[in-house]
């Protein structure tokens, strides 16, 4: 089984960047498909990006589009979300879900993940 640790949020102001990181730990990267996903108060759990296990297939969601990029480096075991444009609704706890899949795709709904982070909180202010 995979262990998933993300680092990297914190504070940042409107317009700013951050990139988040994401070590995996426990088996074999590349076996997995990895997602961003995240979760204001009182919200319900929001898929950000998703990457296949090489990376050759990515996708975002809308709020994401044009402003975040997945990448992983399987070679050193760590994803990461690099955002930019940063928006005060951007702010979250910012989660790293993997599940173990050998296809070309990405996964959109977090009822898909069966391994998790414990979230890294990003906060943006106006």
């Known amino acids: 089984q995979v262990q998933l640790v993300e680092s990297g949020g914190g504070l940042a102001q409107a317009g700013g960047s951050l990139r988040l990181s994401c070590a995996a730990s426990?088996?074999?990267?590349?076996?997995?498909?990895l997602g961003w996903l995240r979760q204001a108060p009182g919200k319900e759990r929001e898929f950000v990006a998703g990457?296949?296990?090489?990376?050759?297939?990515?996708g975002y969601g809308d709020s994401a589009k044009g402003r975040f990029t997945i990448s992983r480096d399987n070679a050193k075991n760590t994803a990461y979300l690099q955002m930019n444009g940063l928006k005060p609704e951007d702010t979250a706890v910012y989660y790293c879900?993997?599940?173990?899949?050998?296809?070309?795709?990405?996964?959109?709904?977090?009822?898909?993940?069966?391994?998790w982070g414990q979230g890294t909180q990003v906060t943006v202010s106006s």
């Open positions: 879900a993997a599940i173990r899949a050998g296809g070309r795709g990405y996964y959109s709904s977090s009822a898909a993940y069966n391994f």
């Open positions: 426990g088996d074999s990267f590349s076996r997995y498909a």
């Open positions: 990457s296949s296990w090489s990376g050759g297939s990515t």
